[in-house]
């Protein structure tokens, strides 16, 4: 009996769906990457956050706020960034992302989702979004952001 095995959707995949889905991005793909440049905000009463994502294959989405920078509030940075800059958005040891899923229907709302919980942490000082800091072995209580929390959240508008 043969596995149902899913091939990985290609990165013209990838820009042709995020092309109908949201046409409001800037998309290129070309060289085996797809990069992204668009606007994001998480409610209706956010900042709106410009942000960029790159995509290879065999390489996980890599999203960065450029716009407005990311506040340090004492120095610190927020929660859930990888060393590069990029936003944390789920933990790749527990494979919640996968590159048979859209980016459309992970990556984009998770960000949106991420700026939700960063917003939050401004203004009181404790990270509600749960999950594990990818710097750090501390396992902290793990919900994938892909819960019932996530779908109460109504973003605002996608820029």
């Known amino acids: 009996m043969k596995k149902n095995i899913l091939k990985p959707l ?3 995949e990838q820009y042709s769906h995020l092309k109908q889905t949201f046409d409001w991005l800037k998309c290129t793909a070309k060289c085996g990457e797809l990069k992204v440049i668009g606007q994001i905000s998480p409610t209706t009463i956010s900042s709106t956050y410009t942000f960029t994502l790159n995509y290879r294959l065999q390489s996980r989405p890599r999203v960065r706020i450029i716009e407005p920078k990311l506040e340090k509030p004492g120095g ?4 859930h960034l990888f060393s590069d800059g990029s936003l944390c958005l789920y933990y790749p040891k527990h494979y919640e992302w996968k590159p048979t899923m859209l980016i459309g229907e992970t990556i984009i709302p ?28 501390k396992k902290r209580d793990h919900t994938p952001l ?8 109504r973003p605002g508008r996608f820029s």
């Open 10 to 12: 290609t990165i013209m």
């Open 76 to 79: 610190r940075n927020p929660p």
């Open 110 to 137: 998770w960000t949106s989702l991420w700026l939700f919980y960063y917003e939050v942490w401004l203004a009181t000082g404790t990270w509600f979004g749960k999950g594990v800091h990818p710097t750090s072995n």
């Open 146 to 153: 892909k819960t019932k929390a996530f779908r109460t959240i």
